[in-house]
């Protein structure tokens, strides 16, 4: 299990630091290394469903503007609606 979740930080922290805009490089990157290592297996697989969403819908969520797709209200996406970068 401790390599699982060692995969999936790696995964975590390619996926949020090479998005497509500077911007959410930088946003998401700073945002997972912030959470990674006090996140559990469950949470860090939500953290993986968050960095499959587009730039767009995530930064529009991140800002408080409407979006193309319905977030769900968990831990991860409360984090991330709250970080401040």
Known sequence: MTSDIEQIKKKIIYRSK????????KLLGAFSN???NQ????DLNELIKLLEI?????????NGQS???VFED???NNL????KY
């Open 18 to 25: 090479y998005r497509g805009t500077k911007e959410m490089d």
């Open 34 to 36: 912030k959470y990674l």
């Open 39 to 42: 996140l559990d297996y469950e």
């Open 54 to 62: 587009d730039d767009n819908n995530l930064y529009n969520y991140y």
């Open 67 to 69: 979006t193309n797709i």
């Open 74 to 76: 968990n831990k991860i």
């Open 80 to 83: 991330f609606k709250n970080f």
